[in-house]
């Protein structure tokens, strides 16, 4: 299956259970919500789950796309990305955890056809505020499919505050041996289904009280399971990265880590920027920023002369489409390119005042917190201008 055949899929699905498709929102969360960035599905129906009448019912479904800046550093490895699309289903006040697992167990092994064999779960133990999650543990051991009892990774938060619950995450082995082990003790057990029991609301003094309603929250990374199921080693070998792997390696040469971060923050900032953010030195538009200087400074490192005026078109129109974005190909573009205009001039201005006597040695805190109060420069672009390698070597093509 290709990725939109897993939406088709799973949206059928649920739609033949009750759920009403919802339209996903944008990057940009609703007013008041102190995040930057729509992290989960959940983030445009809070007021739903805590409590206010969904316009269309108790059981909804849909397919919302996302970003993590908590994930900016794992970016690279097979499993995250920067932006990705999170394929979700609520029942507000209706079913409870078990019904939802069941569904999820029988979408897995018969809508996608994965072996049983390959699964795992994990369920929340309890602890000091809350007792364990019995009722998930005896979905998945009426099932027969392994359990495990964690209780921090067991525990859905949006924050110190706000709705939360226990959860239990479903896994896929991934490895070429037969299921051994735990989802906590062998990191071939990929999560690709997590069900939040969101009953709860967390106040200041970390208490605990019943939210007016008991949800259930669910979210299945897309791009995560179309690489599982596609028989691939990380998601950028999905079908949705098919495009980046075929034309930047032509562009650019790059080994594959770089390649990897390279394809996923330029995808990433062409959402961000169809989405209506602009670059800024805070926010989201410090997001923004950071992921295409974080693009340039890979690129620079092996050739100075890179420029993203050679990112091809066809890649900006690709993104653009997939992500239901009406902004067009030239004005991102033109975004992008003014970031590396701006981003020269910052390297020749920080290069003279890295230039000075006083920063012939190695640098301290003191130091870094000069540069960036009194001259602007972040340590992580100071880190990039001191090596002898980098962009530092040569001025990049204007």
């Known amino acids: 299956m290709n990725t939109e055949e897993i939406t088709a899929t799973f949206t059928e699905y649920f739609q033949e259970r009750g759920h009403r498709r919802i339209t996903g929102s944008t990057l940009l969360p609703p007013p008041g919500d102190p995040v930057l960035f729509t992290t989960s599905g959940m983030h445009p129906l809070t007021p739903y789950l805590e409590g206010r009448p969904h316009p269309l019912g108790r059981r909804v479904v849909n397919v919302q796309r996302c970003l993590r800046t908590t994930d900016l550093d794992e970016v690279g ?7 990705f699309e999170m394929l979700g289903t609520w029942s507000l006040g209706d079913y409870e955890g078990p019904l939802s697992l069941e569904w999820g167990y029988g979408l897995l092994t018969e809508g996608f056809g994965i072996d049983p064999g390959l699964l795992h779960a994990t369920v929340f133990g309890g602890d000091e505020h809350t007792g364990p999650d019995t009722s998930s543990l005896e979905v998945w051991q009426r099932l027969g499919v392994p359990v495990e009892r964690t209780v921090e990774d067991n525990w859905w938060s949006n924050g110190p505050t706000g709705p939360c619950g226990p959860d239990s995450e479903i896994f896929l082995w991934t490895g070429s041996t037969p299921p051994r082990s735990t989802p906590t003790r062998d990191d071939r057990w990929v999560e690709v289904w997590n069900h939040v029991m969101m009953r709860h609301r967390r106040l200041p003094d970390g208490s605990l009280v019943p939210l007016p309603q008991r949800n259930v929250d669910t979210g299945l990374g897309l791009e995560r399971l ?4 596609q028989g691939r080693t990380s998601v950028f070998e999905c079908d949705v990265f098919a495009p980046w792997r075929l034309l930047v390696p032509a562009l650019w040469r790059l080994d594959e880590p770089s390649l990897r ?3 996923d923050h330029l995808r990433s900032a062409v959402v961000v920027i169809g989405d209506g953010v602009r670059p800024a030195n ?4 410090y997001v923004l920023r950071r992921l295409v200087r974080r693009v340039l400074t890979v690129l620079w490192r092996g050739d100075p002369s890179r420029s993203l005026v050679d990112l091809p078109e066809e890649l900006v129109e690709h993104t653009l489409h997939h992500f239901r974005l009406s ?3 030239d004005e991102v573009r033109g975004v992008l390119l003014d970031e590396e205009r701006r981003f020269v001039r910052l390297l020749e201005r920080g290069r003279r005042v890295l230039a ?7 640098l301290d805190e003191e130091d870094l917190r000069y540069l960036h109060d009194t001259h602007g420069l972040p340590r992580d672009l100071v880190t990039i201008l001191r090596p002898a390698t980098g962009p530092a070597d040569g001025s990049p093509r204007r």
């Open 77 to 83: 490895d097979p499993t995250h990305l920067t932006v």
């Open 226 to 229: 179309a690489s599982l199921l």
């Open 261 to 263: 971060l390279v394809c």
């Open 282 to 285: 805070t926010d989201r538009g």
């Open 327 to 329: 902004t067009g190909p």
């Open 356 to 362: 000075r006597p006083r920063f012939q040695r190695p």
